[in-house]
């Protein structure tokens, strides 16, 4: 049986550590054509706007899965 997989949304998160807790500020509604490259630069510059130290970059695909 093969399947296909489709993408049908996206989105990405940052993840700060502030003072030893985790905060996560997630973006949705991602263009699911968007590279990691893409992401992770539009990433960078939002985290230009933030004191916090960035612990790491998420981002989540969700895809259709069909039988073919």
């Avoid at 993408?7 to 990405?12: A, G, K, V």
């Avoid at 509604?29 to 916090?52: C, H, P, R, W």
Wanted: net charge negative; hydrophobic share 40%; no cysteine.
């Amino acid at each position: 049986m093969a399947v296909t997989s489709t993408p049908t949304s996206s989105d990405f998160a940052l993840v700060y550590d502030n003072a030893g807790k985790t905060v996560t500020r997630r973006y949705s509604d991602l263009k699911v054509a968007a590279t990691d490259d893409n992401v992770y630069s539009v990433a960078s510059s939002l985290n230009g706007l933030q004191d916090q130290t960035l612990v790491a970059v998420q981002r989540r695909v969700d895809s259709e899965l069909v039988n073919a």
